[in-house]
């Protein structure tokens, strides 16, 4: 590191206090003239895995773009967080133990390598799992991680699903390097406080914070993540209601953040969702409370139980022993399963040649109709025969004593066959004599389609036999195809996000298809890791954890909240003193409870994504940030866009595949970030000529 380097460069480690390092700011409670003299600023507000992503891409882009002013007076950076930089509110060390990344340790990156295509310099760096064997191997791990971290780091592997808190470590190192590889002349400033407003002076965009400090800046990044909102007006209703009859509701938010301690051992609660967030709910409440899953021997399970295990050959069996402090779960959602468990292997056959089906060419010309394309009709076929072509490749290349021809003769008439048609059905059904072998969309979207009981107490077994046998694909390297499958759906996942932020869709599609496909695309590739999968299993054996079947309906009289389900068909209803909204909030910039979003709104500075039918009835409101798709700028209430503020993540009409990523598989994430990166630096004044354009 060079010696002029300012310590305002330093981050601290995950578990050590954070604090703001004012370096090249405005003293707290002033605010500099328009005329006075300052250095070329960005301010990115959050300092999460986004934002250090973006400024990743201007660490390495800046020497190419803005040679010159570099060389001159510099450029200030300013991070600005209340979460500690690096890891941001999701990540952050400060959470439970329990909780586990979704992710295995050898899947996570937040550099570039030669797979990502885009306008930026390609800078590798360390994986997750790279991380972790330089420093087992090199570093000091106690003095870096302490000793809970260090004992964690000892146990991983490639296949591991670390903790948040040992991922909170890595996110720390990852923009400790960050800083390190800034060049010359550019200064990072870290600030643990909150962005309460953005305005501006003439061409200047000013910051206030809430620790009293004020940032004037050319460029605004706003990389904020899930925003808190205020509740809807069901939420609200629903409170209320609940409220005058003496229950108990817990809304939609964080679950590490939620106060679960209203919740009384014994109690029979009722969850709504069964994503992850559900997922966490369940740690807490159980693991959390004193619980234990040790190894099942199957000695006292009951025959349903073992049948269901000889036929499913669940990987794994947990028992679970309780702790007497811990609830009764009823846990219901529309699919009324959990998510599709990750898979624990690798492809046997290869990255699949994608995209090959739904190009960007494809995407292009579908731009270019000029007229609104319906997603059911016109891109589905599309997604479906890439999904397959996924599914399919792997399947011939990695277990070809399972199929009746060659690649090249099956890739051809595969191809020429439009999805779901005879010519289709017909060829895969001949070439893939084994059921299991096929690719089957319907049941990987409703995986409890078909199944009823005439109780609670029934429909059990069968749901766990239907979970079980999901969860022994994901791990059985007999079928790697689900891989294969994945892999091709990130591939759909880019071009659906290209036609999302252009106006080829039509309204319904958006209003309709596109949440149906995020939530799909959510349930294949954000599921957990088997082992969590195994400990609902467990749970529900133990009678700890029930799940209500596919269509959860919910009603609440003086009795208490009552649940059923299409599952449950004429049977009698669940009644609990308690309802969690096991997941995140909607996004809402109109019920935000972030006040600078709140206020760009109120001002037509930024704008709430509504989608209107043919004749202007509203469709949906999605609540999202509106911004420019290729680059992040906002859209502005005049029909503008701002080029020079940006907004990246979760809360706006741009949906990237999450904050990191695999390495090797051209990420999108990677991508966007240096798209928004590259704008930017665009965007500031006196940066070299001709040195931004876009991949």
Not at 95 to 107: G, H, I, T, V, W
Not at 305 to 318: C, F, M, S, V
């Amino acid at each position: 590191m060079s010696p002029s380097r300012p310590i305002s460069r330093t981050v601290p480690s995950a578990t050590a206090p954070s604090r703001t390092v004012p370096s090249g700011t405005v003293p707290s409670g002033t605010e500099p003239s328009r005329s006075a003299a300052r250095n070329p600023a960005v301010v990115i507000v959050g300092a999460g895995p986004r934002g250090v992503g973006v400024l990743e891409r201007m660490v390495a882009g800046a020497p190419e773009v803005y040679a010159d002013v570099l060389a001159g007076p510099g450029l200030d950076v300013h991070l600005v967080d209340p979460f500690p930089a690096g890891a941001g509110r999701i990540w952050r060390h400060t959470q439970s133990p329990l909780l586990a990344m979704n992710s295995m340790a050898a899947d996570v990156t937040m550099w570039t390598d030669d797979s990502v295509v885009c306008a930026g310099p390609i800078a590798p760096g360390p994986s997750f799992w790279e991380w972790a064997q330089e420093l087992r191997e090199h570093g000091d791990p106690v003095a870096e991680l302490g000793a809970e971290g260090a004992a964690e780091l000892a146990t991983v592997t490639a296949s591991t699903f670390p903790t948040r808190r040992l991922q909170s470590h890595y996110l720390g190192a990852v923009l400790r390097e960050v800083l390190d590889r800034a060049p010359a002349g550019m200064r990072v400033h870290l600030h643990r406080t909150t962005a309460k407003s953005l305005t501006e002076d003439g061409p200047d965009q000013i910051v206030r914070l809430a620790s009293g400090t004020t940032l004037r800046a050319d460029v605004v990044v706003l990389a904020s993540g899930h925003l808190d909102a205020a509740p809807t007006p069901d939420e609200r209703d629903l409170a209320a209601r609940a409220g005058e009859l003496g229950l108990r509701y817990l809304p939609p938010e964080q679950t590490t953040d939620s106060d679960l301690s209203v919740i009384e051992p014994g109690e029979t609660v009722l969850a709504r969702g069964l994503g992850l967030a559900f997922v966490d709910l369940v740690v807490l409440l159980f693991e959390g409370r004193g619980g234990r899953f040790v190894p099942d021997s199957d000695s006292d399970s009951d025959a349903a139980d073992a049948d269901a295990a000889a036929t499913t050959g669940e990987p794994g069996r947990l028992r679970y022993i309780p702790s007497g402090r811990e609830p009764v779960l009823i846990a219901g959602s529309p699919r009324g399963a959990t998510y599709h468990s990750k898979t624990h292997y690798q492809l046997r056959g290869g990255i699949p040649p994608l995209p090959h089906f739904l190009t960007p060419e494809v995407t292009d010309g579908l731009v270019a109709l000029g007229r609104p394309v319906d997603f059911r009709e016109e891109v589905w076929p599309l997604m479906a025969k890439e999904i397959g072509w996924g599914w399919y490749h792997e399947l011939f290349h990695g277990h070809p004593d399972r199929v009746g021809t060659g690649w090249d003769d099956f890739a051809a008439r595969f191809a020429a066959a439009p999805h779901g048609s005879p010519e289709e059905t017909e060829l895969i059904t001949w070439v893939v004599p084994d059921p299991l072998d096929r690719l089957d969309l319907t049941a990987l979207d409703r995986p409890l389609e078909g199944l009823h009981a005439p109780d609670l107490e029934s429909l059990q077994a069968r749901v766990r036999e239907r979970i079980a046998e999901d969860l022994r694909q994901h791990v059985d390297e007999r079928h790697t195809p689900h891989l294969g499958a994945f892999v091709a759906m990130l591939s759909v996942f880019t071009e659906t996000t290209r036609l999302a932020g252009s106006d080829a869709l039509s309204a319904r599609s958006r209003a309709r298809d596109l949440p149906w496909w995020q939530s799909f695309f959510n349930s294949v590739a954000s599921g957990p890791p088997g082992f969590r999968v195994r400990e609902l299993l467990a749970l529900s054996r133990s009678g700890h954890l029930a799940f209500l079947g596919a269509g959860m309906d919910l009603t609440l009289d003086r009795d208490g909240f009552h649940a059923t389900s299409a599952s449950l068909a004429g049977a009698d209803r669940v009644t609990a003193q308690v309802l969690v909204d096991a997941r995140l909030p909607d996004p809402s910039l109109s019920r935000t409870a972030d006040p600078l979003l709140g206020g760009l709104l109120a001002r037509g500075e930024a704008v709430e994504e509504i989608l209107l039918d043919d004749d202007g009835t509203l469709l949906r409101n999605t609540g999202l940030l509106s911004v420019r798709p290729a680059d992040g700028a906002l859209y502005t209430a005049d029909g503008g866009v701002h080029e020079r503020r940006f907004a990246i993540g979760p809360h706006t009409t741009v949906k990237v595949a999450g904050a990191f990523t695999r390495p090797g598989t051209n990420a999108q994430s990677l991508r966007y970030n240096d798209a928004v990166a590259r704008a930017v630096l665009g965007s500031l004044p006196g940066r070299t000529a001709d040195t931004c354009s876009s991949a």
